[in-house]
Each structure stands twice: as C-alpha cells, then as structure tokens.
C-alpha cells in the first residue's frame, strides 16, 4: 500500500483480513465509510499489505507536515523537521499539503544556512518563483547572516523595518529558540509573527489551494514545523474494530 497523503491507521485480524483504503484527496464521510476489506497475511506476518484508513477533517488532524516533492532535502525527526542535503534555491526544497481547517502554521529554522518557509499558491522551479515581484510566495526567510526577510505577492523581498515598532527584536531574532507563525485571516491576509507578537500583516490576500512550501540556500533547514487549528486537536482516529477480533494494531503516519 503506497502513501495515500493524508495519514491514517491500520487494523489487522487473526485471517489476516483489515480494512483498507488509500486516498491521495481528502475522502468524503460515504468513502470513509465504505472502506473495502483487503487480505493481508495472516498474523504474526507482515501487516504492511492491510493499507490504512486515511484521516480526514471529522476524525484527524495533521499536526505535521508530510513532505513530498523532496529535492535535494530530507524530512527527519518527529517534529517535521526539513532540511538541505545540497543544492540552492528553487533546487533544494519539499512541498506539503494544507489541510483545509488549518488556520496557519508554527515553525524554528534554526541556525544553518538559508532557509525559508511559507505558503506558496504557483511553480516554484526557478529562482523567481520564489523571490520574484509576481511570486505567490507568502514566507519567512532566514538570512545566511541571520537577517529576517520576508515575502508576498506584488512586492520584492524586504526586511520589515517597519515591525521593530511592534517587535523590537524582529531584525535581530534567536534563530536557535525563537518561534515563528504565519496564520491566514478570514478574508485571505497572511500575519506573520514571531514569539506569538504580530509584526507583519500583507497587504495581497491569498485564495484558492496553497501549499506549504520549504526552500533552502547553503544547507538550511527547518528544525521542526506544526499547523495551527482553532480547536484542540487530536491523533486519535474516531473509528475503532472490536478489540476482541484484532491481533495486530498499528498507528501508520502515510
């Protein structure tokens, strides 16, 4: 069973029989719940063939991203953490999906390289796609020298002068500690935060489907990186087998 993309769990019977389903999209309730059976061997054999049943918006919430479209980066850790084994912008990067409920994300870029982390809403194979005046790009880049840049649609690459006014030490940040945010408002602005204190609000509005997008320079990374929901917000999957009938329970991250 290949990743289906939006996470899920996996339940396997004495028979070896389990449910089974991959969804590459976020699966409505009537597919949820139509889930066919799949026959894997028996247990103690390998359980790698049940599949899972994904999660989806009324039963799991990703509390990390899962990276894909790696280029010249790695995934590692437990915390979502991303970083460069090689390449420059727009060559060493990784892209996650946005689940639909989340309100925006909390990220540490630590103390290596160039990093830059932030939604995206287009291509992102060329230097301008990242960097350019017409690039949907709403981020946070860290600076080889520490710097804090940021970016948005319609405007080049700056250094927010202006925000010192609500946070002093936004120019001047702890990179190896500090936290930042970057959440969407209900008409489409993009805040940027660090340390929970709001120093930047774009002026373009974002639309549609975006990803998460990570781009690194001179081996950057991120250190680790959550979405952010309006509620409290569970791993747990709602739908359970009876106890009695499962031999082999596994929790699958796909």
Avoid at 113 to 122: D, L, N, P, S, V
Avoid at 225 to 246: I, Q
Wanted: aromatic share 12%.
């Amino acid at each position: 069973m290949d990743a289906g993309g939006f996470g899920g769990w996996s339940q396997r019977y004495t028979n070896g029989n389990g449910l089974c389903a991959r969804f590459t999209r976020e699966p409505t309730q009537s597919e949820w719940d139509s889930a066919e059976s799949s026959n894997c061997a028996a247990y103690p054999g390998p359980s790698g063939h049940c599949g899972a049943v994904c999660g989806t918006s009324f039963n799991y919430q990703a509390l990390v991203p899962i990276w894909t479209a790696l280029e010249n980066a790695r995934a590692y850790g437990s915390n979502g953490g991303l970083k460069s084994t090689g390449g420059e912008w727009a060559t060493s990067d990784a892209d996650s999906t946005v689940p639909q409920s989340v309100l925006g994300i909390e990220f540490k870029l630590g103390t290596s390289g160039e990093a830059a982390i932030g939604f995206h809403c287009g291509m992102t194979g060329t230097w301008t796609d990242l960097w350019g005046t017409s690039a949907c790009y709403y981020a946070i880049y860290k600076h080889y020298h520490g710097a804090t840049y940021i970016s948005e649609p319609g405007k080049p690459l700056q250094q927010p002068t202006s925000a010192t006014s609500l946070d002093p030490g936004v120019l001047n940040p702890d990179w190896a500690n500090d936290s930042w945010q970057l959440k969407v408002t209900p008409t489409g602005e993009v805040e940027y935060f660090r340390n929970s204190v709001r120093f930047y609000t774009s002026d373009a509005q974002i639309s549609g489907r975006f990803k998460l997008h990570a781009a690194f320079n001179e081996n950057g990374k991120v250190t680790e990186v959550k979405f952010l929901y309006e509620a409290t917000t569970t791993t747990e999957p709602v739908r359970r087998l009876a106890a009695s009938t499962v031999v082999d329970n596994d929790i699958v991250m796909l």
